[in-house]
T-cell receptor, first 114, second 112 residues
Framework: DADVTQTPRNRITKTGKRIMLECSQT?????MYWYRQDPGLGLRLIYY???????NKGEISDGYSVSRQAQAKFSLSLESAIPNQTALYFC?????????????FGSGTRLTVV | DQQVKQNSPSLSVQEGRISILNCDYT??????FLWYKKYPAEGPTFLIS?????DKNEDGRFTVFLNKSAKHLSLHIVPSQPGDSAVYFC???????????FGTGTRLQVFP
């Protein structure tokens, strides 16, 4: 099994619908992140969580919400999907070690809003 | 405002030659830099990193150079191989932040 699992892998949804993207990890890391990737814009941080009770907004949090159900689970919701939220979404985890500071990413969810 | 920039969206290199990917940053408080590689349909994977107290770090065919005065880092791949074809992201972090700031990515294509 992958260290970081994202579901679904692909999703097409209609404008105005609520949708949830799920992420689970087996790394045992406290820190989890949601990024979106758009062509020419790289990876941009949506939300991040350093433990179950600590959730923070990233640079592009408008239109999104998150839930940290457990150390291993971090879900991203689009309350009312709009076409410009069409993107590739990645979940990542880290142990926060400043020396290694490596993130482990999931394989991504490709979301299309029509 | 993009704090980490990769000004070349794509790069094409012949197999066996050197690939040089560049990254510029604006925030002088960044003190740790990383490179990630991403294949299609996969998440980014960590490749190599460098602390701001160093100006070079090597790992096999991959070397990262850091020029703090110019706020510039580069990734050298020698020799380039077709399996290196991927999108490469540079990222930066600082003691003032607990998260990584990513660049826009450079798509590298290595042809035979």
């Amino acid at each position: 099994d992958a260290d970081v699992t994202q579901t679904p892998r692909n999703r097409i949804t209609k404008t105005g619908k609520r949708i949830m993207l799920e992420c689970s990890q087996t790394k045992g890391h406290d820190r989890m992140y949601w990024y979106r990737q758009d062509p020419g814009l790289g990876l941009r941080l949506i939300y991040y969580s350093f433990d179950v009770k600590d959730i923070n907004k990233g640079e592009i949090s408008d239109g999104y919400s998150v839930s940290r159900q457990a150390q291993a689970k971090f879900s991203l919701s689009l309350e009312s999907a709009i076409p410009n939220q069409t993107a590739l979404y990645f979940c990542a985890t880290s142990d926060g070690d400043r020396v290694t500071y490596g993130y482990t990413f999931g394989s991504g969810t490709r979301l299309t809003v029509v | 405002d993009q704090q980490v920039k990769q000004n070349s969206p794509s790069l094409s290199v012949q197999e066996g030659r050197i690939s040089i990917l560049n990254c510029d940053y604006t925030n002088s408080m960044f003190d740790y830099f990383l490179w990630y590689k991403k294949y299609p349909a996969e998440g980014p994977t960590f490749l190599i990193s460098i602390s701001s107290i160093k100006d070079k770090n090597e790992d096999g065919r991959f070397t990262v150079f850091l020029n703090k005065s110019a706020k510039h880092l580069s990734l050298h791949i020698v020799p380039s191989q077709p399996g290196d074809s991927a999108v490469y992201f540079c990222a930066a972090s600082g003691a003032f932040t607990d998260k990584l700031i990513f660049g826009t990515g450079t798509r590298l294509q290595v042809f035979p």
